[in-house]
């Protein structure tokens, strides 16, 4: 679970995130990074649509796209803002998969 200070939680975030990120995209997801030099905890937000299934399965997803940022919190720079947009095949795809998809692009966008 990611603590309170490591979450977006107002749509405007998510918009400003969405529209001025770096977009790093993957098979079953797109990552969007806006780095700042800002002296704060780097904050997650979760886009999960109806596309990818019932709400028993995007909380699935959902949770799992968590447990995977507080993995990797210690990797991303600090005032980082970070959107993950999970696509349909989400659904299906593998813990390791979805693991391995987002810290590739937080290597590749947002590292420390």
Known sequence: MLA????????????A???RGRRCAAAHTVTYVVTSD????????F?????????????????????VCHESLGGVR????VVIRALPSAASAD????RDEVQRCLARRAAA
């Open 17 to 19: 995130v969405v529209r």
């Open 47 to 67: 886009i999960v649509s109806k596309q990818v299934g019932s709400a028993v399965v995007r909380n699935t997803v959902r949770r799992r796209l968590k447990a």
């Open 95 to 98: 813990f390791s998969e979805l």
């Open 4 to 15: 309170r200070p490591n979450r977006l939680t107002r749509g405007a975030e998510y918009k």
């Open 78 to 81: 600090p005032g980082s803002d």
């Open 38 to 45: 800002e002296q704060r905890a780097s904050r997650f937000g």
